[in-house]
């Protein structure tokens, strides 16, 4: 084997697990960035991957990697620095044990990130949010059970992982109703529940066959639901409310912009964004001022209370056609 090759085991079994104690999440990313790139690479450079080393790594490979990612596997520019990452975090392991690569180590490692425009979050408005909920079919079981997970994830604002990784166990519905969940960055953290949450969770886990380990929301062989299967859910049920709710059809619904639902719901409530980065198991408070950059109704409230005396309240408005279409320009 390659010294690339005993270097990346040695990252993963002694870096990450035993020293870093990294997450299964960031095991799990680390791992795909590498079986891509090793695969890119032996196809590239027509070797196993056991047999490629650093000085296969070069920057031109590697960015032709990154430039793979966005366009032939779509990826966007977020997972082309998260993947990016992952290939800095070993060549920095490396870079004091292999001092015969230092070169090939330390160009790679000047690769920068890709810079990418912040577009503001998507979220559903109330009768986009009634409208998806009424589309599952709860005549049948997968019906009920996709009720069940898009009520949880409107209210909650779980992440997706958390939503695949609920058991039975986590749900608590005696007083101070709540969900209890292991997040991002190995947080635990409870989520407190609505009555009609409440209400729909008693109902589907007295459907389930009672065992507090097995999945909150199973495959109906009762195996754990992936990412892609909820995604797609997900879309079956959006694309089914857009009949009754065509502002539907204008959003890609996925389950994190039923994450930002949540937040934004907490927002227009009145909550303090701190509170709401607790809710959502934010690492940083900074990071719930997205949904105010998106909330237009908060800014127009600052707006009317910063407003100069003896002025009329309301916005611009042209009095000539062809102003207004100058102005729409």
């Known amino acids: 084997m390659s010294a690339l090759a005993i270097t990346l085991q040695a990252f993963f079994s002694d870096r990450l697990l035993r020293e870093r104690h990294a997450s299964p999440c960031t095991i799990s990313a680390y791992r795909d960035t590498w079986r891509l790139l ?22 031109p490979l590697v960015c032709a990697f990154l430039d793979h990612l966005e366009q032939d596997r779509n990826n966007s520019v977020r997972t082309r620095n998260a993947r990016l990452a992952a290939i800095h975090s070993l060549f920095r392991y490396a870079a004091l044990r292999h001092p015969e690569s230092a070169a090939t180590i330390a160009r790679v490692l000047a690769i920068l990130p890709k810079r990418f425009e912040r577009t503001i979050v998507t979220f559903l408005t109330e009768p986009e949010v009634q409208a998806l909920l009424a589309a599952p079919d709860r005549t049948s079981w997968s019906g009920r059970r996709d009720y069940a997970l898009l009520l949880v994830a409107v209210q909650t604002g779980l992440r997706i992982s958390e939503l695949i990784g ?15 969940c292991h997040g991002k960055g190995r947080k635990d953290r409870i989520t407190p529940l609505t009555v009609p949450v409440v209400n729909v969770l008693r109902t589907w886990l007295a459907e389930c066959n009672v065992n507090p380990p097995a999945q909150l929301f199973p495959t109906r062989t009762g195996k754990l639901l992936s990412r892609d299967a909820i995604e797609r859910r997900i879309a079956l049920h959006a694309s089914t409310a857009s009949v009754a709710c065509p502002t539907l059809t ?16 907490l927002l227009e409530a009145g909550v303090d964004p701190t509170v709401i980065a607790l809710w959502l198991g934010h690492e940083h408070v900074g990071t719930t001022t997205i949904y105010l950059h998106a909330h237009l109704g908060i800014k127009e409230q600052a707006l009317a209370r910063v407003r100069m005396p003896n002025t009329q309240s309301g916005r611009y408005r042209p009095s000539d056609t062809l102003l207004a279409f100058l102005e729409s320009l």
């Open 250 to 265: 204008t959003k890609k619904v996925t389950a994190h912009v039923l994450r930002h639902t949540s937040a934004m719901r």
């Open 38 to 59: 090793l695969r890119f690479a032996a196809t590239r450079t027509s070797k196993s991957p056991s047999a490629l080393d650093f000085a296969d790594f070069d920057v």
């Open 166 to 180: 609920l058991r039975q166990s986590d749900v608590h519905l005696g007083a101070g109703a709540h969900l209890a």
